[in-house]
């Protein structure tokens, strides 16, 4: 049989196909020939044919026939065929195949080789693609290269380290000894693979991010050599030194110094110098600043810096590049609810980006710019908002409407321009407003009273020219319904009324009735308002009959319905129909199933517990930490001892005290925060869209993110008693393994009363495939800033787990 | 620049001449960041075949496999320095076996 051919030559061939079906005929015949030779068992040129069969599975053939043959080649003594078998085996084998496991025994020889090459390869191929059964097997040969002092191995080790802890959480401990000495490399490499084994271990356990604070002093001080360092030709880019460690490090930093004073305050220094002396005019630069960025906004840092970030973020948005404007939208979003103020400095900015050319960069800056709108800004903003709508893609058009609408119910300085408003976004987008924003209007409209006469005219007018928005028709037929006798009686005060006669008002209502365009729900929108114009109007009252009795026979049952039973009105219930027909009365906003009483329990001890101790006294550390526990209805025994251990050990009980102290002596709602309150961690989810509940008016919010357990809260506010606020808990699990004895607990300011209801389980399943809710009742007679501490306790991989945070980003309608 | 966001990751295709990169990463990833390292692999790249084009690729993937391989594990970059990846690369080519070497080494 003749030599297969070579690799190069099987390329060339391939590329002089001129269609699909060549190319298809010619691989074939490879494969075909390739087959034949595997099954020879032919060791010369197993190597060839494998490399022929990887370039064939690139261009997308099936080729896991060769999956064994990669074994065999990595088996073999020669090092051309371990370099191709390995590579096959990366490219072709991965968990879901048992032969996978085959592998275990050559890798575990080839990490023991003389050759460092080898150890490479095998190093190399364990990290990309080890299934959990391999790395446990493994992990102890990658442990003892990971104590090398070759630093080429040294650093394969520690990637592959990482991909291990990755894929079997539970042999993190057994690396903890060999990560001693790791940052005193001098070699890039094994520091840059060091800083990202440490991220991953701080990443995944409290107790390692405990263990590993202490390295703070030491990573500032890599940090500053890289900065302060000369020119360097290795590991210069762009005159920057080494970004890609400076950026790692960074990141170390932001995971290390969150929710810890000592070391966040041990970053300012360094944080400060790279934000003002990095480069900005290459995208290197700005990598390193917008990690920067994130780092000083996620850790507890002076707010000086956090303004400086913000501002660099500002900058970042009048940058050329589109992916830097991008990023920096991108930021400002998540940090737009902590830190309202600094970002409301760059308004103008942000909405200029309303009118970019990128469809993302739209997107994030409507979204930010909604979240800037307030009272002092809203028509402003408004008018630019409107404009956007008017020339945006339609994939936009209903969340921006409906923003646009949230928006103006929250801040309209006047109910003539709130209808105004929402005229104007009926005509521009009349046909994407949503659904359930048709009730909401209508209900509004009612409720303005003075406003009756013109918005009817108006919306007479916007409809005469054109009747195909169907949100806009609804609408429009509603209130001519309600309110044309207004209409027709030309009483508008607000613009100059117009002449309408009976006659012309019945015209556009059948019209719309008769239209191929009218939906069947803006038909039946059409239909009551012409019966209810019967009673308002007086010369047209047989027209109306007329119409009605037609549609008894509509082949619509929904409409065919309606005639029928108006017509029984007008024949056998005439001496009804007045009352029946008449104005609908001011409408309550309907809000789903508030509770009508607070049982004062939680609430009750909180404020006499916190009434019979003055703030700010000379108060024993131990006596504090009890303190916290009654405020958290003290499920522990033993006090709260938080895992940093530099810092005193009931700090967080003395800080939970301090807020409240803080809020008992000003009274009013604290606007900046103080400085040792903690910030609220960076909320990671940018791609949720703002506006999901607008129904209920109310949005909700994430009140912890942190190791994978996420607490969202969703609120409702009873109809019948404004103090109360009813909030759902909800919380879920993104990692592998359950949360299993999960308790939330809750602690507000004095002027509140909390009542925790029982929990639907103490169990959240692993992978988000479930959740834990829970009820809490909140009274706010005095209507201040809803301001709350969580402490969670839950079990986790076997270990204990516990955390305070503060949830600060409460939204003002839930307490307003 | 292009990108697109799924659930989990979000890809991003950076364009040199004819070539498109493609490249997926987490949410907590610095994406300019991976920019930079998309421009270090093509300069690795260069630096291996000598004004890269590409024809070097297509006819040399494997090498350009192993190039990545010297560059990234399992997502992460172990080396940052541009002479150390591409001097790995040039010491185990020459660990590769001649014809004859090939041929008359016993495979197991």
């Not at chain 1, 006047?414 to 924003?437: E, F, P, Q």
């Not at chain 2, 697109?4 to 610095?30: G, H, K």
Request: net charge negative; glycine share 4%; aromatic share 6%.
């Amino acid at each position: 049989m003749p030599a297969p051919i070579r690799l190069r030559e099987l390329i060339r061939t391939i590329r002089t196909a001129r269609t699909q079906a060549e190319e298809r005929e010619m691989i074939q015949k490879e494969c075909a020939a390739i087959r034949s030779s595997f099954r020879e068992e032919d060791n010369t040129y197993r190597c060839r044919n494998v490399a022929k069969l990887l370039y064939m599975h690139m261009l997308g053939y099936p080729a896991h026939f060769g999956q064994l043959e990669c074994l065999k080649l990595i088996a073999s003594q020669k090092f051309t065929d371990k370099r191709i078998g390995y590579l096959g085996a990366m490219l072709l084998l991965d968990e879901r195949q048992d032969v996978h496991l085959l592998m275990t025994n050559c890798i575990k020889n080839d990490l023991n080789h003389s050759t460092q090459y080898v150890q490479g390869l095998a190093l190399c191929t364990l990290g990309c693609m080890g299934s959990s059964e391999m790395c446990r097997d493994l992990a102890g040969e990658v442990e003892k290269l990971l104590k090398t002092s070759n630093s080429y191995l040294r650093k394969k080790a520690a990637l592959c380290a990482v991909h291990v802890i990755r894929k079997v959480p539970e042999l993190m401990e057994m690396f903890l000894p060999a990560t001693k000495n790791l940052l005193n490399e001098k070699n890039h490499g094994v520091l840059h693979t060091s800083v990202v084994l440490l991220t991953e271990m701080c990443e995944r356990s409290p107790d390692m991010l405990a263990h590993f604070r202490k390295l703070v002093p030491q990573l500032v001080r890599i940090l500053k050599n890289l900065i302060m360092s000369g020119y360097s030709p290795e590991h210069d880019v762009s005159g920057i030194s080494d970004p890609f460690l400076q950026v790692r490090i960074l990141r170390l930093l932001r995971i290390l110094g969150r929710n810890d004073d000592d070391s966040s305050e041990a970053m300012n220094d360094i944080l400060a110098q790279v934000a003002t002396n990095t480069e900005t005019s290459k995208n290197v630069g700005n990598a390193i600043l917008y990690e920067t960025v994130l780092t000083i906004m996620d850790i507890k840092s002076e707010s000086g810096l956090r303004v400086l970030a913000i501002n660099i973020l500002g900058r970042f948005l009048l940058n050329n590049d589109k992916n830097i404007r991008y990023v920096a939208l991108t930021s400002l979003l998540k940090t737009v609810q902590t830190d309202h103020n600094a970002v409301q400095r760059h308004r103008s900015t942000i909405v200029d980006c309303l009118k970019d050319l990128d469809v993302s960069i739209k997107r994030r800056a409507m979204e930010l710019s909604f979240a800037l709108v307030n009272g002092n800004n809203v028509r402003g903003m408004m008018k630019e908002l409107l404009y956007f709508l008017d020339s945006c893609e339609p994939e936009f058009k209903a969340d921006c409407a409906s923003g646009i609408f949230l928006a103006a119910e929250k801040y309209a300085p006047s109910k003539r321009w709130h209808i105004d408003t929402i005229m104007r976004v009926l005509t521009t987008a009349g046909s994407y407003v949503r659904d359930d924003a048709v009730p909401n209007l209508i209900q509004l409209i009612t409720n303005s009273v003075e406003m009756h006469a013109y918005t009817v005219q108006r919306l007479y007018k916007a409809i005469l020219g054109d009747y195909s928005q169907q949100p806009l028709v609804q609408v429009a037929s509603w209130c001519i319904g309600e309110y044309g006798d207004l209409l027709v009686s030309g009483q508008c005060e607000e613009e100059e009324p117009i002449q309408v006669t009976e006659d012309e008002v019945l015209d556009i209502l059948e019209s719309v009735l008769i239209s191929n365009m009218s939906a069947s729900v803006t038909r039946g929108y059409a239909l009551t308002a012409i019966m209810k114009l019967s009673t308002r109007f007086t010369c047209t009252v047989n027209r109306i009959k007329k119409v009605v009795s037609i549609y008894g026979s509509s082949i619509d049952v929904e409409l065919q319905q309606r005639a029928v039973e108006y017509n029984a009105l007008f024949k056998k219930y005439d001496h009804m129909r007045p009352a029946l027909l008449e104005r609908m009365p001011v409408m309550e906003k309907v809000t789903t199933n508030g509770p009508t009483e607070i049982v004062q329990t939680n609430g009750e001890t909180e404020t006499a517990v916190l009434e019979t101790k003055p703030p700010h006294s000379g108060l024993q550390p131990g006596s504090q930490a009890n303190d916290l526990l009654d405020l958290l209805g003290g499920n522990d025994i033993t006090p709260v001892i938080p895992t940093a251990p530099t810092s005193k050990p009931a700090s967080a009980g003395g800080e939970l005290l301090d807020l409240l102290g803080d809020l008992n002596l000003t009274g009013s709602p604290v606007s900046a925060p103080a400085p040792q309150i903690s910030q609220p961690p960076f909320l990671p989810d940018s791609s949720q869209p703002l506006f999901n509940d607008i129904a209920a008016g109310i949005p909700s919010i994430t009140a912890y993110n942190k190791n994978g357990l996420k607490i969202d809260f969703s609120f409702e506010r009873s109809n019948t008693n404004p103090s109360v606020t009813v909030i759902t808990i909800q919380a879920s699990n993104s990692t592998e393994l359950d949360m299993t004895d999960f308790v939330f607990q809750a602690a507000v300011p004095k002027t509140f009363q909390l009542q925790l209801l029982s929990p639907s389980s103490s169990v959240i399943p692993a992978f988000n495939s479930g959740t834990i809710t829970q009820v809490i009742k909140v009274l706010n007679p005095q209507k201040q800033q809803l301001r709350m501490r969580i402490k969670l306790t839950y079990n986790h991989k076997g270990s204990a787990m516990q955390d305070l945070a503060e949830v600060n980003n409460f939204p003002p309608q839930s307490w307003q | 620049v292009c990108s697109c966001s799924l659930s989990c990751f979000c890809l991003y295709f950076p364009r040199y001449a004819s070539l498109y990169f493609c490249c997926a990463i987490e949410d907590q990833d610095n994406e300019l960041l991976t920019l930079e390292v998309v421009h270090r692999y093509v300069e690795l790249l260069d630096r291996y075949f000598g004004n890269v084009c590409e024809l070097d690729i297509i006819f040399n993937f494997e090498k350009a496999y192993f190039i990545l391989d010297e560059f990234i594990i399992g997502g992460e970059v172990q080396d940052t320095s541009k002479r150390s990846a591409v001097k790995a690369i040039e010491d185990s080519d020459m660990l590769q076996e001649t014809v004859e070497e090939y041929m008359n080494k016993p495979a197991f």
